[in-house]
């Protein structure tokens, strides 16, 4: 008993022992090897240039020089309109948010007092991330000011014209970031991508399966009251199979898909732009079409079809069961007459339906979730918008489609 008391304070004493040599070796090389924030000045005595050398590790753990010391500095310099600035980081060791804040206000001085601003050697990164950052500054406006009549149809064109602007801006973005996938320059985890796939397929099996079942009983049904009166009851398959994987297969899972899919994406994508996820991506020049909305588009456009060939079968598999059960014809008749009665082409017009479909779910979805404004009612609003416009989307393109392939003879 006393060798493990023993043995178990001895361990926690060399334990605390370590832990302090390790706090000491870190506080004495941060000491020794952290080189102070400096900026030196340098004014040219021929032009009007003033030179600013940053040196050091410009960081929130170091005490950069004070702003107002730089502002009395170039009051003092008394430098002339049209006079140039020479910003140098050569010599910058370390940099975050405190030599952002710098170089920002260096430029809003200049701007304000027609200096130019040369940047050299400063990191790029530093370029980038200033430079999407956008000030937006409130416009007041009298409300009491009449507006003219001319102005009054300006603001409605340009309230009617900025949905098509959007959307056309959306499309455009998106092709941009596929050309970029296929040439592999994209922000892209496939991680995502599988993870979506899951979501829109495996977890959707179930509802496909019972809405398909119940389509498919009443075609069924309604087929065969119509049909027995001509004693063509065998014909219900061919009515059944032709309607599922032509129409009614890739057409219910589409609306099924956009009341689950396309509503989550919207509200998934509407909830990060809550959280200020999409702002964060931008920050760091990630375009959130490449990083969130390609993966779901990919998924959606795949799963589509397999859900639609799912949902052939099991509305042919409920109309068979139906036409036993009801009308007394045999299984192995009815997936007779139904093999007879259904091409590859029909299948295959089919799976394109549902393929584009999924597209359409998944571009609406996106677009809606990223169109959100940063508030809970923006969110829900944008997830109802997705479903509705998905759905009539859906229905016009497929009556599009029936105009086409019938023009064609398919």
Not at 268 to 287: S, W
Request: hydrophobic share 50%; charged share 15%; proline share 4%.
């Amino acid at each position: 008993m006393i060798f493990y008391v023993s043995t178990f304070f001895l361990k926690n004493l060399i334990s605390c022992f370590f832990t302090y040599i390790d706090i000491i070796y870190l506080m004495i090389s941060r000491e020794m090897s952290t080189h102070p924030p400096l900026l030196h000045y340098k004014k040219s005595s021929q032009e009007p240039i003033v030179t600013l050398s940053v040196c050091g590790k410009w960081t929130l753990w170091n005490s950069v020089p004070s702003w107002e010391e730089i502002q009395s500095y170039f009051q003092h310099a008394e430098l002339p309109a049209e006079g140039i600035i020479e910003l140098d980081g050569q010599d910058l060791e370390q940099w975050d948010s405190v030599f952002l804040v710098f170089v920002r206000n260096l430029r809003e001085l200049c701007k304000k007092n027609q200096w130019q601003l040369r940047e050299k050697q400063i990191p790029e990164n530093v370029s980038k991330i200033l430079d999407g950052i956008v000030i937006k500054t409130p416009t007041t406006q009298d409300p009491h000011t009449p507006s003219s009549f001319s102005a009054k149809i300006k603001r409605g064109l340009q309230q009617i014209g900025r949905p098509f602007y959007d959307i056309l801006d959306f499309i455009g973005r998106l092709y941009l970031s596929f050309g970029k996938f296929f040439r592999g320059h994209i922000a892209f985890q496939w991680h995502d991508f599988f993870l979506c796939l899951q979501q829109v397929t495996v977890e959707a099996l179930p509802i496909i399966a019972l809405i398909s079942f119940l389509v498919g009983l009443i075609l069924t049904f309604v087929s065969l009251i119509q049909l027995d009166k001509f004693g063509a009851g065998i014909y219900v398959a061919d009515l059944v199979g032709l309607a599922m994987t032509r129409e009614m297969g890739c057409l219910m899972t589409g609306v099924i898909m956009s009341g689950r899919t396309g509503a989550a994406f919207a509200a998934t994508l509407g909830t990060m732009k809550v959280n200020e996820e999409i702002d964060a991506l931008e920050t760091f020049q990630i375009p959130p079409i490449d990083f969130l909305v390609i993966p779901r588009i990919m998924a959606t456009v795949i799963a589509m079809p397999c859900l639609c060939l799912f949902a052939d079968f099991i509305g042919i598999f409920s109309g068979l069961c139906i036409a036993w059960s009801v009308a007394d014809i045999h299984p192995l008749l009815y997936l007779a007459q139904t093999e007879h009665a259904l091409t590859f082409t029909n299948i295959l017009i089919g799976l394109f339906k549902g393929a584009f479909f999924g597209k359409i779910i998944a571009v609406v979805g996106c677009y809606y979730g990223l169109r959100s404004e940063k508030d809970a009612s923006s969110v829900g609003l944008a997830t109802t918008s997705a479903v509705v416009a998905s759905i009539t989307w859906i229905i016009a393109s497929d009556a599009v489609f029936a105009v086409i392939l019938s023009f064609l003879g398919l």
